[in-house]
């Protein structure tokens, strides 16, 4: 119900194996924190670290869009490529962002720190649907913004689709409602209906930001804030 509270947390995600490392997303850093009033519980070299992954070292990250909260930090990756959707950098650099509605949860500065990068050579842009990796495959589901793409995991569960804001909540996906920051309504319920195909079961659809998540899944030992996806979740959802 958009007339009621609704808290938000933001994540993260890292997928490996014996060859490789990705991350999924950079987050937001303390003056990011501080400029929007959000609360920045762990920093994300922290986060990262916790489970063994050096910021410095990661080959590959992929924005799934490039709001604030999911393309800061790129300074803290000076190995990385980028693996950005080629209709993200025409929306967010484009006409569109002449519009204070829209432009309002992009951050200008990620912005130019991506477009920098681009002409460094550092970043691979995806036109649709692409392989990153096998088992590792990128969809692009626009809606909330134009160039937003979901990450799709073969994971010993089968596969993990991380929605990123292609749905906010699970209720988004569960009552067909778009979440209100939204800049093509046809197009994120179309991708509603995408979700539900690239995944077995709802709880195989990781939203963007429901604190549900956290209590869905288990937990790494010793850490509140830091789950597993490729392991079945401990309370179940509802289809």
């Known amino acids: 119900d958009h007339a009621q509270p609704m808290p938000l947390d933001y994540y993260l995600w890292v997928i490996r194996d014996d060859d490789h490392t990705i991350v999924i997303d950079t987050g937001f850093d303390t003056a990011g924190a501080a400029k929007r009033g959000r609360t920045l519980l762990r920093p994300i070299a922290d986060g990262l670290a916790a489970i063994g992954v050096q910021a410095q070292e990661v080959q590959d990250v992929v924005i799934t869009h490039m709001h604030y909260d999911h393309a800061g ?96 909540f699970w209720a988004n996906l569960q009552r067909q409602t778009p979440f209100p920051v939204v800049a093509d309504v046809v197009g994120y319920l179309e991708a509603l209906c995408r979700l539900r195909e690239l995944a077995p079961s709802i709880d195989h659809i990781i939203p963007g930001h429901d604190p549900g998540v956290l209590e869905r899944f288990p937990a790494e030992p010793g850490t509140r804030d830091i789950v597993r996806l490729d392991l079945a979740p401990i309370a179940r959802g509802v289809s």
């Open 73 to 168: 930090n790129v300074p803290l990756f000076p190995k990385a490529r980028f693996h950005v959707q080629d209709a993200e950098m025409a929306y967010c650099t484009g006409r569109a962002m002449s519009h204070g509605h829209l432009a309002a949860p992009f951050d200008a500065a990620n912005v130019m720190a991506m477009v920098q990068r681009n002409f460094a050579g550092r970043v691979v842009f995806h036109a649709g649907d692409d392989v990153l990796f096998p088992g590792v495959t990128l969809h692009h589901l626009p809606g909330h913004t134009l160039g937003l793409q979901a990450v799709r995991v073969q994971t010993q569960r089968g596969p993990v689709v991380l929605a990123s804001d292609a749905i906010h």
